[in-house]
């Protein structure tokens, strides 16, 4: 038996996964968000301890005996952010998430300290990465950077509760711009540029390989063995791909969470940061990846849930059983697209393609007869435009894609599941168990770094519901993705 846990931003979920493969049960426990000053997002690393222990002892409580024959442990967890301890290993301040926006101006003080940046890391210089917070940190808080001994990712600080060890894997580390993508090592070159040296960083394995064991007074409290592995573990996405068996190169899926990202499995790495695509390296040796990421994907429509006062099930429900529900009253003829608003989805900025900390969301083109579920259509176009957008930067940075899984907890809607394959031109397929995200692929994780092998393990779980692109609507869809694409422009800076 095999227990996944994802440290997500909005919970923190447990997969209990048996050694056939089977999914036996899932937990989760809800993270709450702090934004002190705009652009800022934190949250304190306690909160996910408290979080995993909560959800534990739900998983523990329903499947006693299953959880009891855990063997191993798999970690997956939000990327970028930055969990700063002294040398007692004590946090010094909230942990800067993913999704923060401050330290814009760091960005290029970094590229001009580094300007091998690029070639060795893949990627663009975004407030979201890792090292820009800590050059924010030095500047703004140098009393912090001062004490700072170590500097963890969010799923690896909560791996030092769990075993007492400081070690990421390379898809997670590849996300700080301070390794060297190609290499799978830390870069002393852009540690250097930050005002920091190995010394700080954790020890890498890869994520399929053990990184400790649990804790015995831990192991104890749980009611498990002596020996429980816990396995090196992925950033999300990186552990999602392997949740859905997106080993191969070529293979790829959509990820409808918080964020909404697209994911390409590569054989070699492929850097293209002139579109702000990501070239990361993937959960498994010799595999890398290039993704585009959305900032505000699924977090729209929660966020729309909560202005409007309803929940997200009847929202989709007004789309998924009353499809035409955006036509006309007075005019039967007219496309459902029609008569809905443009949304631009930039809660929290951007990064694929434009690389904007400053985009916001906007709702173009109300009038006193736009409805709720016009309104919602709108949000859930506004997103899949936002993929198309990322799906566009990989095409031009040479990825060829025709179809693609789709997780994540978006994934339960066929409304928005059919829009993002007529809006894209791909077909997508939905797997049983693909909300299970990056949970699914840590337990995965954590069979392998018990002696499992790919072939087994990695396996792609049964499609669910496959959705085949509608040229009729990706025609009709090209003229508002236009729009869409033009309101951008046109906002920029305003």
Not at 47 to 54: F, I, K, N
Not at 99 to 116: I, V, W, Y
Not at 143 to 172: I, M
Not at 426 to 455: C, D, F, K, P
């Amino acid at each position: 038996m095999f227990l996944g846990i994802d440290l997500g931003t909005s919970e923190v979920k447990l997969l209990l996964l048996a050694d056939t493969g089977r999914i036996v049960g899932t937990a989760g426990h809800p993270l709450t968000r702090q934004s002190p000053q705009p652009l800022w997002s934190e949250q304190d690393p306690a909160a996910w301890w408290q979080a995993t222990q909560a959800a534990v002892a739900q998983l523990r409580a329903a499947h006693p005996a299953a959880f009891a024959a855990v063997r191993g442990i798999g970690l997956s967890g939000q990327m970028h952010g930055a969990v700063l301890l002294d040398a007692a290993d004590a946090v010094l301040r909230p942990a800067i998430l993913w999704n923060d926006g401050r330290s814009h101006a760091e960005c290029a003080e970094l590229t001009a300290a580094a300007p091998q940046l690029q070639a060795i890391a893949g990627n663009l210089a975004m407030p979201g990465f890792t090292a820009p917070k800590l050059l924010w940190v030095r500047q703004h808080e140098p009393e912090v950077f001062a004490r700072t001994a170590s500097v963890l990712l969010p799923k690896d600080w909560l791996r030092l509760q769990l075993t007492g060890e400081k070690v990421s894997d390379p898809s997670d580390a590849a996300g700080t711009l301070w390794l060297d993508v190609a290499r799978r090592d830390w870069s002393d070159a852009l540690l250097a540029a930050c005002g920091l040296s190995r010394a700080h960083m954790p020890r890498l394995v890869e994520a399929s390989e053990p990184s400790g064991v649990l804790k015995p007074e831990l192991a104890a409290a749980w009611g498990l063995g002596p020996d429980v592995v816990v396995a090196g573990g992925a950033g999300d996405n990186a552990a999602s791909a392997i949740g859905i068996g997106a080993v191969a190169p070529g293979d790829g899926f959509i990820s409808l969470g918080t964020s909404g990202v697209l994911f390409v499995v590569n054989d070699r790495y492929r850097p293209n940061p002139a579109s702000a695509v990501h070239a990361f390296c993937h959960a498994l040796p010799a595999r890398w990846h290039q993704m585009s990421v959305m900032l505000s994907a699924a977090s729209c429509l929660r966020w729309f849930c909560e202005f409007v006062g309803q929940s997200e099930a009847t929202l989709l429900a007004e789309l998924d059983d009353h499809p035409r529900a955006l036509l006309s009253a007075n005019d039967s003829a007219v496309i459902p697209e029609a008569s809905a608003p443009i949304f631009l989805p930039y809660l929290a900025g951007e990064r694929t393609p434009h690389n904007d900390a400053f985009a916001t969301a906007t709702f173009h083109g109300l009038t006193a007869a736009t409805s709720r579920a016009a309104l919602t259509y709108a949000v859930l176009e506004g997103v899949a435009f936002g993929l198309a957008d990322g799906l566009d930067a990989l095409r031009a940075a040479g990825t060829a894609v025709q179809r693609l899984s789709l997780v994540g907890g978006g994934s339960r809607s066929p409304f928005w599941a059919q829009l993002i394959a007529d809006a894209l031109n791909v077909e997508i397929v939905v797997h049983a168990g693909s909300e299970a995200g990056g949970a699914l692929g840590a337990a995965r994780l954590g069979a392998l770094a018990t002696g499992g092998q790919v072939e087994q393990v990695c396996t792609r779980p049964p499609v669910a519901a496959t959705y085949s692109p509608t040229p009729e609507r990706h025609a009709r869809l090209a003229p508002r993705l236009a729009r869409f694409r033009d309101l951008y422009r046109r906002l920029r800076g305003a």
